[in-house]
């Protein structure tokens, strides 16, 4: 049986980005860039007021007080989008607005509300700094300047970014596709009538949830019956056509467990079988002959899930073209006591709380239900708690390393089993 961390790392060894695509920016918000993304234009595009206000030579005011104010002659204006931009002639101001072009013969914009303006005249109180209030051309980022890396994850601001460098289409790793397998014969669809002994497939909702949110395109395929053969021939067909795919159910030792059997049957590679933690324990990882990785996941909704946040969800962000797949974990302190399990690490679900007693300012209450089969144990649910292997009672207070089901701000990411020592 495989710790948690030596499971990582083989569900990892010899992934690589898909393909690349060009998607128009209407369809790259959270896309990966696969190249680097360089300026085409300076931003600012031009030099320009960052205020409203009048443009001076800054030496035109040397002297002004309050006292012994300085008054220039308003020759024009400069507005955005104007067709012409006069020239600021030496001892007078020119009228100019935020993002106007600034005047030649000008260096410096004093604000509207520092200046008395009366008619074609203006009387400054204060002396002007060189440059104050002024955008240079380029200073966000000149031509040839990294706009954006390779890698990083396309936001809104991102995407404001790219328009207005007039990048329309961006060069992005192609998402993974992820097919979705359940097997059972008590399973049944939400628009299915119910039956004696059914059970809706909530696994396969919430597979389809998680794929979205990790980057993946999902394909939930039909339920499929406890049969060999039937088993055999949709991972098979599920091979052919996805990079990943997921199956949840039958790959424990039950008499009808027969996941394991379907997936030798066709022709996938297994690498493990069998993870060191709780719940999860029975998760099977391989691939099949033209490459694509194959999860087997439990088919108990809480170990699904737990085994898809730790193992399936950084394979999809590699995949997708993540320089960075693991999300950032954390340390919070416990707020009650845990019972450790012999030979298996528990990711112990928890809610995260403000802790002014914690180092890290942050708590965790650990969920009433810790069953593997008890859906209510994943609503609201903010981290996994990794509660290591052993024979005694974590006390509460101690403080126990997360990770969180959301990215925030933290320490560097790394494999979260890894990182704890």
Same mark, same amino acid.
């Given at each position: 049986m495989l710790t948690l961390g030596d499971a990582i790392s083989r569900v990892l060894a010899g992934a690589a980005p898909l393909a690349t695509e060009?998607?128009?920016?209407?369809?790259?918000?959270?896309?990966?860039?696969? /190249?680097?993304? #360089?300026?085409?234009?300076?931003?600012?595009?031009? #030099? $320009?007021s960052a205020m409203d206000g009048f443009a001076v030579r800054a030496d035109a005011l040397i002297g002004a007080t309050h006292v012994s104010p300085v008054t220039l002659p308003v020759e024009g204006e400069s507005r955005a989008g104007g067709a012409l931009v006069p020239t600021c002639p030496p001892g007078a101001t020119i009228r100019i607005f935020t993002g106007a072009p600034l005047p030649e013969g000008s260096d410096s914009v004093v604000l509207q509300e520092d200046v008395q303006h009366e008619g074609h005249v203006a009387v400054f109180r204060d002396p002007a700094r060189q440059g104050q209030n002024v955008r240079q051309r380029g200073e966000d980022v000149a031509v040839g300047g990294i706009l954006l890396p390779r890698g990083a994850r396309l936001r809104a601001g991102d995407i404001g970014l790219l328009a207005s460098q007039g990048i329309g289409e961006v060069e992005v790793y192609r998402r993974p596709r992820v097919a979705i397998l359940s097997t059972g014969d008590e399973l049944r669809r939400l628009d299915e009538p119910e039956r004696p002994g059914s059970i809706v497939n909530s696994n396969a909702y919430m597979l389809e949830a998680l794929v979205l949110d990790a980057g993946g395109t999902p394909d939930v395929r039909p339920i499929v019956s406890d049969t060999l053969t039937t088993l055999t021939a949709s991972v098979r067909e599920a091979c052919a056509t996805s990079d990943l795919v997921i199956s949840t159910g039958g790959v424990s030792v039950g008499d009808h467990d027969l996941? !394991?059997? &379907?997936? %030798?049957?066709? %022709?996938?590679?297994?690498?493990?079988?069998?993870?060191? /933690?709780?719940?999860?324990?029975?998760?099977?990882?391989?691939?099949?002959? =033209?490459?694509?990785?194959?999860?087997?996941?439990?088919? $108990?909704?809480?170990?699904?899930?737990?085994?898809?946040?730790?193992?399936? !969800?950084?394979?999809?962000?590699?995949?997708?073209? @993540?320089?960075?797949? =693991?999300?950032? =974990?954390?340390?919070?302190?416990?707020?009650?006591?845990?019972?450790? #399990?012999?030979?298996?690490?528990?990711?112990?679900?928890?809610?995260?709380?403000?802790? &002014?007693?914690?180092?890290?300012?942050?708590?965790?209450?650990?969920?009433? !239900?810790?069953?593997?089969?008890?859906?209510?144990?994943?609503? %609201?649910?903010?981290?996994?708690?990794? /509660?290591?292997?052993?024979?005694?009672?974590?006390?509460?207070?101690?403080?126990?390393?997360?990770?969180?089901?959301? @990215?925030?701000?933290?320490?560097?990411?790394?494999?979260?089993?890894?990182?704890?020592?």
């Open positions: 060009r998607v128009s920016l209407g369809r790259a918000l959270e896309r990966l860039l696969a /190249i680097d993304l #360089t300026a085409r234009v300076d931003s600012p595009p031009f #030099t $320009n996941m !394991r059997d &379907a997936l %030798g049957a066709a %022709g996938v590679s297994m690498d493990f079988w069998k993870v060191a /933690i709780k719940p999860g324990k029975p998760f099977a990882f391989g691939r099949a002959p =033209h490459g694509s990785a194959v999860a087997g996941l439990p088919g $108990n909704p809480v170990s699904a899930f737990v085994t898809f946040e730790v193992l399936v !969800r950084p394979l999809l962000r590699v995949l997708a073209g @993540d320089p960075r797949p =693991h999300r950032r =974990h954390l340390a919070a302190k416990l707020a009650s006591a845990v019972k450790a #399990t012999r030979g298996r690490d528990e990711l112990l679900r928890a809610r995260l709380t403000e802790d &002014a007693t914690s180092p890290s300012g942050l708590g965790c209450v650990p969920v009433a !239900r810790r069953g593997s089969g008890a859906l209510p144990a994943l609503a %609201g649910v903010d981290v996994l708690a990794r /509660i290591p292997a052993g024979e005694e009672t974590v006390p509460a207070g101690a403080l126990v390393q997360c990770l969180p089901l959301f @990215d925030v701000p933290g320490v560097a990411r790394t494999p979260f089993p890894l990182a704890m020592g």
